[in-house]
């Protein structure tokens, strides 16, 4: 294994700093833990709406109504999102298209 090292600019631009990556010795293993758990399944974002619909139900105030409404939209855009990110996931490399 070969060893690199190099001096900083001490007078370096935004741009350059931003392009330094540092690389520790357990840069390898710092993505395996990012999510221990597996994405929500279906009846899992079913339950989480439904308690935030149930919790909505007793509520007077216009403001927490609201507070609820966007709660929920939230959730269901991310629902959608991780539909996505699931269907990408499940694709075959190659099966999907290429642009170029």
Do not use: G
Not at 59 to 74: A, T
């Amino acid at each position: 294994m070969t060893n690199y090292s190099q001096t900083a600019n001490p007078n370096a631009t935004n741009s350059e700093l931003d392009a330094k990556v540092i690389i520790t010795p357990d840069h390898v293993t710092l993505n395996q833990n990012v999510n221990k758990y597996p994405r929500l399944n279906d009846d899992e974002w079913d339950e989480i709406i439904r308690l935030i619909d149930i919790e909505q139900v007793d509520i007077v105030d216009d403001k927490d109504n609201e507070f609820y409404n966007n709660l929920r939209r939230k959730l269901l855009s991310y629902r959608a999102e991780d539909d996505i990110i699931n269907k990408l996931c499940d694709t075959p490399y190659d099966s999907i298209p290429q642009r170029y």
